[in-house]
């Protein structure tokens, strides 16, 4: 049993928020480059011209709040240690003035007490040490731009454009095309057997279709790795619940989606994470979406083994009972999946 459930924890771990191809989408928002030496910022620059994407630059805190004022500006990636306004004071700042601007800290050194401060005062999405490799940098970038796109689409109730992000992002996955819309509609089918009100159906598809939005910032080695992960990866893929949750607290969602976004991986005996919530502590939609979320994983094919059909998935959903997922809630969704098969026309 903990060798299916490690497999399964791994496997809907890589579904969603792989890079897409930023040229098939127009780009409305700009991107914003601070540090206080020209040549730095001259090699930004050519760095980002190199992949099409324009950048604004700005050598001081006080020139990059002046920008802010008449620009939209989607990513502010600043250097910390500049004369006059440091960066962790920049981008606490920008947090107030720009709420939805996503920020990057340049520091030329590891320091903890730096990131804390950052994390703790400006929020900030990700961390970058100079020297820095050119591609991480780009992938970084690329990586908050999803992130604003993504929020700022939940802001305006932008249904289409939403799950359209989802969508061209799962299409890096061949494997996990179509997972979170699946998702969505077992969830909600469970949701309704239990005649649970109108808004928590609709938290629930949101929260399906949102559910692994915190591997955005993921590498893509760890997601599309094959062999098992050490500790450091480990760690990061365990994150990714707190950061998606983050991601649904910034687009101003519910509690319930929320919830479903960092606790979808909790366990029924207090064994997942990030938490290790247990049996009622874990929010009813999160103990919902985790049923949905392993029966898709167990029915689609993976490189290295082939799609288990409808009668060993829900073999396997039973023998989960108690321990990785609600009792009550797979007899609910199994009983929802035999009725499917019975009824005339139907198939898997």
């Not at 969505?184 to 279709?209: C, D, F, H």
């Not at 591997?215 to 760890?222: A, D, F, T, Y």
Request: aromatic share 6%; with cysteine; charged share 30%.
């Amino acid at each position: 049993m903990e060798k299916i459930v490690a497999l399964l924890a791994r496997e809907i771990s890589f579904n969603i928020f792989l890079n897409w191809d930023e040229k098939d989408t127009v780009m409305t928002e700009e991107i914003l480059f601070v540090d206080d030496e020209d040549f730095i910022l001259d090699i930004v620059k050519a760095i980002f011209e190199q992949e099409g994407i324009p950048v604004l630059t700005a050598r001081s805190g006080e020139e990059a709040l002046k920008i802010l004022k008449t620009h939209e500006i989607a990513v502010l990636i600043s250097d910390h240690h500049m004369p006059g306004m440091m960066g962790v004071d920049l981008l606490s700042q920008v947090k107030t003035i720009s709420p939805d601007t996503v920020k990057i800290l340049v520091t030329g050194f590891a320091d903890l007490d730096t990131a804390m401060e950052a994390i703790n005062r400006a929020e900030v999405f990700r961390f970058i040490v100079k020297p820095w490799e050119n591609t991480q940098l780009v992938g970084l970038v690329k990586d908050a731009l999803r992130r604003y796109r993504l929020i700022k689409s939940i802001v305006r109730g932008d249904e289409a454009t939403m799950l359209s992000l989802v969508r061209a992002l799962e299409l890096k996955d061949s494997y996990t095309k179509g997972h979170s819309e699946r998702v969505a509609r077992y969830a909600m089918s469970i949701a309704r057997k239990l005649n649970l009100p109108g808004e928590t159906v609709k938290a629930i598809q949101y929260g399906s279709w949102l559910h692994d939005c915190g591997k955005i910032g993921v590498s893509e080695n760890i997601l599309n790795c094959e062999g098992p992960l050490d500790d450091a990866e480990i760690h990061i893929m365990r994150n990714h619940p707190l950061w998606g949750a983050d991601v649904a607290r910034q687009a101003r969602l519910t509690e319930a989606v929320v919830n479903i976004v960092l606790s979808h991986h909790e366990r029924f005996d207090g064994k997942g994470y990030p938490a290790g919530l247990k049996d009622g502590d874990i929010p009813l939609e999160a103990r919902i979406v985790a049923v949905a979320d392993i029966y898709d994983a167990l029915i689609t094919k993976r490189p290295y083994r082939k799609a288990y059909d409808r009668d060993k998935a829900m073999e396997m959903l039973v023998s989960m009972k108690g321990n990785v997922l609600d009792p009550e809630l797979v007899d609910v969704f199994c009983d929802i999946l035999s009725q499917e098969n019975s009824s005339p026309g139907s198939g898997q």
